[in-house]
């Protein structure tokens, strides 16, 4: 899977998408602004990505710096229309094997399928070991995952 880093010349699509994203994992939560979803690329700690093709993407990610020794996949989103043929599969081992360390990521709680789609991915992964459930990292997840990313 192509992964493109986005910066403020490539980021429209990810402002069309994460309003969408958003109704569907988190449809209480309200739709921030440009500029607080900007911040995935602006601030240094984080990172947003382009899954697939730059000119149509079939989603996005976004990945924060915890600390030194700790990745976070804060968001990650396929659109629906590219769901079921590996797509989101594919886009996860490639933002999963940017950085190599522990992660973690939270499984969204009105996200019906999330949680045993990350567990498939984590564990079909070769470079993935530890893998581990944990308590929820904001109130809008059910539970958190953690694991290693052993090699890229």
Request: aromatic fraction near 8%.
């Amino acid at each position: 899977m192509n992964l493109t880093r986005v910066d403020d010349t490539n980021a429209d699509p990810v402002l069309r998408m994460v309003p969408v994203y958003l109704r569907e994992i988190a449809p209480d939560l309200a739709a921030p602004t440009e500029d607080r979803i900007a911040r995935f690329w602006q601030e240094k700690n984080r990172n947003a990505y382009l899954l697939g093709d730059p000119e149509a993407p079939d989603g996005f990610a976004m990945t924060r710096r915890i600390t030194p020794r700790l990745m976070e996949l804060c968001e990650f989103y396929i659109r629906p229309e590219c769901r079921g043929w590996g797509r989101g599969r594919s886009g996860a081992a490639a933002v999963i094997s940017t950085r190599r360390g522990a992660w973690r990521l939270g499984i969204a709680r009105d996200a019906q399928q999330a949680g045993e789609f990350w567990k498939s991915v984590l564990e079909a992964m070769p470079n993935v070991t530890g893998l581990k459930a944990g308590p929820p990292l904001t109130p809008f997840h059910k539970q958190s995952l953690t694991f290693i990313v052993t090699e890229r």
